[in-house]
């Protein structure tokens, strides 16, 4: 689940057909009533680049939500629920979001830092601290000068999203018990201030939450960051298929992984969401920095959230962020893959997808799969609203 930063390098891809389904698409009307005002009309040039996607990296099902200055302004939905299930994707289908949930804790850390709670140069470990000693570990001389920030920013320097990233062992363990076992078998004795994206780190942004709100991570999340953007049906995946929420896309994994695999349920703070396009696109335009929509953070904290610490990795607190200040962050988990982007020019974009391909074009494909549209002058964005 690792983050990239670069805009749109590739041509567009070619056009192919596949039938796609959105909120305006009905039965065909042989005496159709005239195009309200607030009706959206389909843009070809995207969905002609999204369903060629989908047809060439085998993904049965997309969602994407385009704002323009806080309005919504696209809205559609493409394909089936899976390879397998023919029943259509619709603007209200569920995915898991994966890595897309690390702004979102990053935001609700923000918001104990205006609660005063924490500061960002808070320490994490140790007498004094945020955990305190709640997680015993013989290796805890080496863990006292850990922050958040550095939690925030991937600079811990140790815990890295790899083959022994931490998070995807042990599988039967709780939080509480992986994050003993982690703390006595990756020792933290050098790196800070070095990047090194850790989803580790995130699980433990999560307990701090936790330790400070009095609340489960999920519930301080739905009650301090969804319910003030209007978003109430975003919750914590399930690992099953039996575990499927109502309106929850299925996952296909490819290149031989299975979907089905993970604790996700332990993942939440890093990689744990499910949500819609529309209940991103939501989110966004609340932390955003823009003045179309009042953010649920204070400008001086939204800044705080979006300066990189370390300028070479383009990453600040759980925003990829690069010097033409868009920011973003994607998601990957086998049948997973999601971006969410906020370009500098009044232009956020979520795009959700039921399946992700290991061929090497995959991802700058869907990192520069909108960027045409949004950067193109002449894309007929209509004046209308659909939040």
């Not at 790899?162 to 050098?190: C, G, R, S, V």
């Not at 993942?267 to 991103?280: T, V």
Request: aromatic share 10%; charged share 15%.
């Amino acid at each position: 689940m690792k983050k990239r930063a670069y805009l749109f390098t590739i041509g567009l891809l070619a056009i192919v057909s596949l039938v796609s389904c959105s909120k305006s698409k009905g039965d065909s009307d042989p005496d159709p009533d005239p195009v309200g005002p607030g009706t959206q009309v389909a843009i070809p040039a995207i969905d002609n680049a999204v369903t060629a996607f989908m047809t060439t990296y085998q993904i049965p099902g997309v969602s994407i939500a385009i704002t323009k200055n806080g309005k919504l302004v696209y809205l559609k939905s493409y394909g089936k629920m899976s390879a397998t299930d023919n029943t259509p994707v619709t603007d209200n289908s569920l995915y898991r979001i994966a890595s897309v949930s690390k702004p979102i804790t990053a935001v609700g850390i923000m918001k104990l830092l205006e609660a005063n709670k924490l500061t960002l140069d808070s320490k994490v470990f140790g007498t004094g601290s945020i955990l305190g000693n709640d997680y015993p570990t013989t290796q805890l001389a080496n863990l006292t000068d850990i922050t958040v920030r550095h939690l925030l920013h991937h600079t811990v320097g140790v815990w890295g999203n790899d083959a022994n990233d931490p998070m995807f062992k042990n599988p039967a363990m709780n939080h509480e018990q992986l994050i003993k076992w982690t703390l006595d078998n990756y020792p933290a004795t050098t790196g800070r201030g070095t990047y090194r994206y850790s989803n580790f780190g995130y699980c433990l942004l999560g307990r701090i939450i936790e330790k400070l709100s009095g609340k489960t991570y999920e519930q301080f999340i739905k009650d301090e960051v969804l319910t003030p953007c209007g978003i109430s049906n975003m919750s914590i995946a399930g690992n099953t298929l039996s575990d499927r929420k109502p309106n929850e896309v299925i996952y296909t994994g490819q290149s031989g992984y299975s979907p089905y695999s993970y604790n996700i349920p332990r993942m939440d703070s890093h990689g744990g969401w499910i949500a819609s396009a529309k209940d991103l696109a939501k989110f966004m335009i609340r932390v955003d920095g823009f003045n179309n929509k009042p953010d649920i953070l204070q400008p001086a904290t939204v800044t705080a959230m979006t300066t990189r610490s370390v300028p070479s990795s383009n990453y600040a607190a759980g925003w990829g962020v690069n010097n033409a200040n868009h920011w973003w962050h994607t998601g990957s988990l086998p049948g997973t893959a999601s971006e969410i982007i906020r370009a500098n020019s009044g232009f956020n974009w979520v795009i959700l997808c039921n399946s992700r391909s290991y061929s090497s074009g995959f991802d700058g494909a869907l990192d520069g799969l909108l960027w045409p549209a949004v950067q193109n002058a002449g894309t007929p964005w209509q004046d209308i609203d659909q939040f």
